[in-house]
């Protein structure tokens, strides 16, 4: 079954539904959208589609399934394995859905915001905090990355440790199905047991059974204040052990807790301006954390920090540690955490692993098989850092120097990748911890995926989309 | 498309499968599992298998694959809603999992707990208990309701206010699929965005796409103490008020709010010995509320509660309130809450509705819907009570005094069940919170459900259960 190259009539029935500004065949217009965050893939399109509402989606995907076009739902084309970027073929339409970009404050008392797909999260941000509440997910793109991406990815970042994954803050969504119904699950239900939660298969679903419109999400109260502490520690074990400790004593005051090798931080304060080493002492990995209050009465954050940290010193948790004394300082350390992708660039070129084991097993996964990947392909040299809290690691590894860039990706690039992978997943561990499966990673993903999993994602997929017009290519790889 | 009758053969060969332990077709052993735990749907059932393991599973599935018999999975047999009961034809075999109930403690400073699905709730709270955590999901049934079972209803309860559903607390998974492959998801990674959570899929799922066998679950710290307060209020509409007030100061230290009308508490000190009113004044409306304390250092739950009730009182949010001296006398308020529906019984015949609308609307609905069935029903008395803080109220509607129950059940019962359930759909809730759809619910839901998500539910049923083996007739409404 092949799906059908969009002409100049069914093109102008497209625009028909969306008028002047929801329709674009302009070449210009389209360019911008054809390339992946990660400027590693670019397709083509004939056509950009931009719905002021969900009516509109719906017309729209009913449309292309009468006339089997495929379609790519896109927000702000900032994911990180290419799932919104159309293929090379020139047959899938982009549908935008930038201009859905209304919020609303449902009941500033219960928390609960109606953002359309479109709403960019920095908006959100913003929408929250005028009635003093905090949209707790956050991560780099948060001046482009939209609420519909960020529930189609599950997305992640820095203070899922707390608050969880995108997964945990949506109350109610509303998706158009493949065949241009509008599944609507806006009422924010605490509890609703009307069979398979719809809901859920939608969120990290990228677009592949349908396109999510709205969605009602959860908000947490404001921040009063924070502390951001950075320790210095010997080991990833040490590490851990250190972030029990923190969440035993510190419970859900500890919002974050990310690691770094030395090797990080010195890249970052070789490479980017401005930086240098919260610590004087020299240690071989690294530990920052950030310590919350969002609740009156409660102790300082800085007092906690203060206190758990000397109690972790004296029970040997860590080699040394600070506090910063400042939000200028606070920035400044999170500043090193969030530079170590541009440092590591500033470098040499490497191999980027976005990977999750069960927590209290990574530690032994960073251990054991950094030194193996660095002994059987000499000259490389691993990186791991990130959310040791939640058991997930951006495994970097740096191609030796002096290597041509393109035959190295190609030869032992892929082979390590292939190693990493399946170290990760004899761990129990998987390929794809928070960016998802996209096209970057569906091959990896076919090839590992537990038949029995894969199995049951096709057939959901079939049943669901049965026409292959969402988002073919991307997440289930298809036989 | 008919399912096979097991002959003797077949049999034999399940037989041969599980051996002796393991499987029975002598009428007296299967009869106590024929009948739902509400007495009202009663089966049939060639014979009982009771696998010792995963694999026993699989070897079953496989072979009820082959020649099409119909599984029926049953835990404690405790479901509200007869979900776990075969139907009257004798073609469905009860696949018991009450044999696998191995509790494995994988790491307590985790506290994450591996259990078998036939592991009993009361056995699962104490295993928790010995390493110092909790398990907080709890219930009526937890003398004989399943691991299995909790999941694959995705069970509620009166500790969801502050610790979710069951679907919260699974933290990894593993399953049966219909084809008799095991899907194995029991690596607990707190971020996985490997496509459909399948995990999610199976959670409340009634085993009609699957069998859980095993899963891996979250704990919380073990209670150092807890105070039991019971308030006077005016309304529905104060209890929320209340509600709001309580979470905005309790923060999670608030674990349950429950209500109740003054006729459920006559109801309850009048037919249940050893109960008598907490307070001595008269409330059209009662709240009871549970703080906690699991953190050592927080301020101790009595003075919180004394402190917080004290405020609302001058914040005109309640009319009188009182809090347990003792433990003894915070049982006695729960056995007032718990004793409800007994009380009920001794009362008179009453339909019960297990419902949830948005938190914020549950307290409109109780106070414009009630009035409306009462006048439209002259001699019926409304019954709603309890989970308010998870925008669940089982809404009970008690027969007039003197009519023949059996007629009425069959005609103004059946039209007064439609009515709630209309009005329930009017609201954006759903007309099952936390007992599920099973036999009991089916026909109204397919009745209700909107079309692109019934749609959805049943492409995907038939995508993964193909030759619809996996206990027909539930959840699903199929064509």
Request: glycine residues 10%; proline residues 6%; charged residues 20%.
């Amino acid at each position: 079954m092949e799906n059908t190259v969009p002409d100049v009539k069914i093109l102008s029935e497209f625009r028909a539904i969306l008028g002047p500004k929801g329709y674009t065949d302009e070449v210009e217009m389209i360019a911008p959208w054809l390339t992946d965050w990660r400027g590693r893939f670019t397709g083509a399109a004939p056509a950009l589609l931009s719905p002021a509402n969900t009516d509109e989606v719906a017309a729209v995907v009913k449309l292309a399934a009468k006339h089997r076009i495929s379609l790519v739902p896109q927000g702000g084309n900032s994911g990180m394995v290419a799932g919104a970027t159309p293929d090379k073929s020139g047959e899938q339409v982009i549908l935008s859905l930038r201009r859905m970009n209304k919020i609303t404050v449902m009941d500033a008392e219960d928390g609960l915001i109606c953002c359309d797909a479109g709403v960019i999260l920095q908006n959100l941000h913003e929408a929250a905090a005028a009635v003093g509440r905090r949209f707790p997910l956050t991560l780099g793109g948060k001046g482009s990355a939209t609420v519909g991406g960020l529930i189609s990815t599950n997305a992640g970042g820095t203070q899922v440790l707390r608050h969880g994954t995108m997964r945990m803050l949506v109350a109610g969504l509303e998706a158009v199905l493949p065949d241009g119904s509008i599944y609507n699950a806006m009422a924010p239900l605490k509890k609703d047991n009307r069979g398979y939660d719809l809901k859920q298969l939608l969120i990290g679903a990228e677009g592949t059974v349908g396109i999510v419109t709205q969605a009602v999400l959860h908000t947490v109260p404001a921040l009063i204040d924070r502390c951001v502490a950075w320790a210095g520690v010997e080991s990833p074990a040490q590490a851990y052990d250190l972030l029990l400790f923190m969440q035993r004593h510190g419970r859900d005051r500890l919002e974050g807790f990310e690691i770094l090798p030395q090797r990080a931080l010195n890249a970052v304060t070789t490479h980017i301006a401005g930086t240098r080493p919260p610590l004087d002492t020299a240690h071989r990995w690294h530990a920052l954390m950030e310590f919350v209050q969002d609740e009156p009465g409660q102790i300082p954050p800085n007092e906690l920090a203060t206190q758990l940290l000397e109690k972790a010193m004296h029970e040997n948790l860590l080699g040394n540690a600070t506090i910063a004394s400042s939000d200028a300082q606070a920035e400044a350390f999170w500043k090193i955490r969030d530079s170590i992708a541009e440092a590591e660039r500033a470098a040499g070129p490497a191999l980027q692993h976005d990977i999750s084991v069960p927590v209290s097993a990574m530690a032994r996964f960073i251990e054991d098989e950094s030194p193996v990947i660095e002994s059987t392909y000499p000259g490389t040299k691993t990186l791991a850092f990130g959310h040791l809290g939640d058991g997930n690691i951006h495994f970097h590894v740096k191609a030796p120097d002096g290597v041509d860039v393109t035959s190295w990706y190609a030869g032992d690039g892929k082979a390590i990748t292939s190693h990493v992978y399946n170290r990760v997943r004899a761990y129990g561990g998987s390929l794809s911890a928070e960016h998802g499966i996209g096209q970057a990673k569906i091959d990896e993903f076919e090839r590992l995926a537990d038949p029995a999993r894969l199995a049951a994602l096709r057939a959901i997929k079939n049943a669901l989309d049965p026409l292959g017009i969402m988002n073919p290519g991307k997440l289930v790889p298809l036989a």
